[in-house]
Every structure is written in structure tokens, then in C-alpha cells.
């Protein structure tokens, strides 16, 4: 038994080094991706970011993805850098000092098994969505375990002969080497410059953090908010005005004024956070164009909510509705049940007569409008049409989608659909 741990124990111990510099890979790979909220889904590697693939940054939403205010991300790290530290050394020191620091190994690899176990349990019962690179860790942590039960089962760790240790030693250098070289490659081809035009995404927001932490030495804050570039996303999807919208859609401003739509569904955390800065875009440009909340389902619990405000079209409250869905948001995977969207409507002095039947009716239309913007490329919310041209997601901001505004009333930008003759 010894003797065939003797001769299984490098190749095990070389296994687990490969797989913690890998790991250490992925986690700085899952923490970029997690800073940047995912911006080219799950994998950072989609030219077209569709937030209802992108269960990552569902995952990263929740409590769970954080253990004492620090990242997974980051303790995974650190797990792997320990795990990867601890085999390299068992390679170079005094056999008592190596039987320790696999023990430790063990034990932390053990504790990891059973933090990952947790995470996926959080991910399928209680965020409903599965993060790829997520589950690609709990797998190498899966395999470390088992390559750490194989060695005890097979009579524990055997520290190295003198005469095995150059080679072995080596083999872990190259081992090194490599990883370096995938670890640079993902920081340069993935995460620093990822798949997207250097203007837009990620690398886009990297040149303005860049330029903007500097210039204003030289230039004042005023003129940079003016110099900033506003454009509309040069790839995105485009829609005819009124193809989403229609007789009994409510409209806030000036209808002489360019179409500017959004599309949210009720449910999603990061619409809420972009309605308060559209509601100040509706008050500051009200005189220029014409506005519109179109619902965009990324969730089927949402259906119910979105009927609520079809329901509510034609009543004068359907913008409040929209405020007061969005203050007391549940959460996709607890979506408004009947009682509570029949209480927000008698607060708001709305019928409520039969308002199940005509929920369960409505629903139905939703989620068929929900398909028909999906094949029509609107794959995530928040999302922002002006003259039917999608907005860059980062020039969302108030003075973009007034510049914005501006050249489409302008003729600068023809609108979709409109004589080019």
C-alpha cells in the first residue's frame, strides 16, 4: 500500500497544484466579471449582453455571494492561492513540515466542499439562476476533495525522496509558468479588453474612468459633461416607433417630440434603480419628447405584475402604478401575488372588480409580447429607445438621453422607419 501511494502521491499532489493555479485563475476571472455586473454575460466573452441568460448577475445579487462583506470571488482566491502555496511548499520542505501543510490542505479543502455545497443550494433554491463560472469552481473544489481522498485512502501522504524532489520541483515550476501565462491572457484578451469595441462595454467605461480621473486637472468638471460622448449602441436592435406601443399606451410629454422608450420588467432590481434617473428625465425634457414604459418580461412570475399595468392603461395612474410596483418590488422569484397588486389598486383608487379573471385574462398577452421583443432583439431590461435606436447602456444618464433627444429632433439621427430620401 505504501508503495503505491509512493508512486500515485506526485501525480496527485501534481493534479491538485494544477488545479489551484487554475482556480486562482478563474477567481480573479469571476471577480472582474462581478465588478463590470456581468456586462458581457456570464463568461465575459458575448458581444450582445441578454440579462435573461445572465443568471450570474442574479446570483451576485444575492446575500449569499458575499461571506463577511468580502466577495466569493475574492475568498475563492484566496482558497486557491493557499491550496496552490501549500502544495508547491510540500515540495521543498522537511517531511514533518509536509505532512502538516497537506493536513491543512485537507482540512481547508474539506471546508470548501462544504461552502460550495451551500452556494449551489443558494443558486437553485433561493436565486433560481445558475452562474457558470460559479459552478465551474464548486466542480474543481469537487475534484481537490476527491484527489485529497484518493491519497488517504491510499495510505495518506508520503512525503517526497530526496531523489524525486528536482523533478518534481520543475514539473511544479512549469506548472507555475503556464498558469502565469493563462492568467496575463485572460487579463488582456478577456477582461481588459474584452470582446467589444474599445468604446463600448466594459473597456469603454475603463477609458472613461481613465480619462476622467485625470482630466479634470486640467479641464473643468462643466466642459468634460459637455466633451462626454453620447451615441446610441451602433450594433443594437432597432424598432419601428409604435411597434411596441399603440393607441392605449400612455404617453408623458410632447407627442410633436421623438419617441423615447424604456422597456423594464417589474421585478428586475436594476430597472428600479434606472426609474428614478428616467422619471427626471421624463420631468426635464417632458417639452421635447414623448415618453413611454413598455413592460419587458425577463421573468414569467413577472406576467402577472405587467397585466396589472396593462389593466391600468387607460385609468390616468399607469406611470404611478409603475412607481409604487417598483417601491415595493418582491423580487423575481417572489413575484406580486393577487392580494397585494388588488391592495396597490385600491390605494390608487383602481378597479378591482373581478380583478383576478382579468389578471389571469391579461397574462396570457404579456408573455406573447415578451416573445415578440425577445425575437425582436430586446433580450434585457432596462433598456432605452429614442427615435427607435437602442441607447448605449452607458450614456443612460440624463445629459446623454437629452443630447440624444436632441439629434433625433434635430434630423442629426433619422428615426427608424423614416423617409432617408
Not at 531523489?163 to 506548472?175: D, K, L, N, S, Y
Not at 414604459?293 to 396593462?310: G, H, M, T, Y
Not at 398577452?365 to 432596462?382: F, L, M, Q, T
Request: aromatic share 10%; proline share 5%; glycine share 10%.
Amino acid at each position: 500500500m505504501v508503495a503505491a501511494s509512493a508512486l500515485a502521491l506526485p501525480m496527485i499532489n501534481r493534479l491538485i497544484l494544477w488545479l489551484s493555479l487554475l482556480g486562482m485563475v478563474l477567481a480573479v476571472h469571476l471577480w472582474i466579471q462581478k465588478a463590470r455586473d456581468f456586462d458581457q454575460g456570464c463568461l465575459g466573452l458575448s458581444k450582445h449582453v441578454a440579462v435573461i441568460d445572465q443568471d450570474c448577475q442574479e446570483v451576485g445579487a444575492i446575500p449569499a455571494s458575499h461571506l463577511l462583506g468580502v466577495s466569493n470571488a475574492a475568498w475563492g482566491y484566496a482558497f486557491y492561492f493557499a491550496l496552490a502555496l501549500t502544495s508547491f511548499a510540500k515540495l521543498v520542505t522537511r517531511a514533518g513540515w509536509a505532512r502538516r501543510l497537506h493536513l491543512a490542505g485537507e482540512i481547508g479543502v474539506a471546508g470548501a466542499l462544504l461552502y460550495s455545497g451551500y452556494l449551489v443550494y443558494e443558486m437553485g433554491f433561493v436565486a433560481h439562476a445558475w452562474c457558470v463560472l460559479c459552478l465551474t469552481s464548486a466542480t474543481m473544489v469537487f475534484l481537490l476533495a476527491v484527489l485529497h481522498g484518493v491519497a488517504r485512502v491510499r495510505g495518506g501522504f508520503q512525503p517526497l525522496e530526496e531523489t524525486a524532489r528536482v523533478g518534481e520541483f520543475r514539473a511544479a515550476v512549469g506548472a507555475v509558468f503556464a498558469a502565469a501565462g493563462v492568467f496575463v491572457g485572460v487579463l488582456l484578451f478577456v477582461d481588459r479588453l474584452g470582446t467589444r469595441p474599445l468604446d463600448q462595454g466594459s473597456t469603454g467605461r475603463e477609458l472613461l474612468r481613465i480619462v476622467g480621473g485625470s482630466l479634470p486637472y486640467f479641464i473643468d468638471e462643466g466642459e468634460l459633461a459637455e466633451m462626454r460622448a453620447c451615441h446610441f449602441e451602433r450594433e443594437g436592435p432597432t424598432i419601428v416607433p409604435g411597434e411596441f406601443t399603440g393607441p392605449s399606451t400612455p404617453y408623458f410629454g410632447n407627442m410633436a417630440g421623438p419617441e423615447v422608450v424604456v422597456f423594464y420588467d417589474p421585478n428586475c432590481p436594476h430597472c428600479r434603480e434606472y426609474h428614478a434617473v428616467f422619471q427626471r428625465v421624463m420631468e426635464k425634457f417632458r417639452d421635447r419628447a414623448h415618453f413611454a414604459i413598455v413592460p419587458r418580461l425577463l421573468w414569467k412570475e413577472s406576467a402577472r405584475q405587467a397585466a396589472a399595468l396593462k389593466l391600468a392603461e387607460p385609468s390616468g395612474k399607469y406611470f404611478e402604478l409603475w412607481r409604487v410596483m417598483f417601491e415595493r418590488q418582491p423580487g423575481p422569484e417572489r413575484a406580486m401575488t393577487v392580494p397585494q397588486i388588488e391592495g396597490i389598486f385600491a390605494e390608487l383608487g383602481l378597479d378591482t372588480k373581478d380583478l383576478a379573471l382579468r389578471l389571469a385574462a391579461a397574462e396570457p398577452v404579456e408573455i406573447a409580447s415578451a416573445e415578440k421583443a425577445r425575437a425582436a432583439g430586446i433580450d434585457g431590461a432596462p433598456m432605452v429607445f429614442i427615435g427607435g435606436r437602442k441607447v448605449w447602456g452607458w450614456n443612460r444618464s440624463e445629459a446623454c438621453i437629452g443630447t440624444l433627444i436632441g439629434r433625433v429632433a434635430d434630423g442629426q439621427v433619422k428615426p427608424v422607419g423614416a423617409d432617408t430620401k
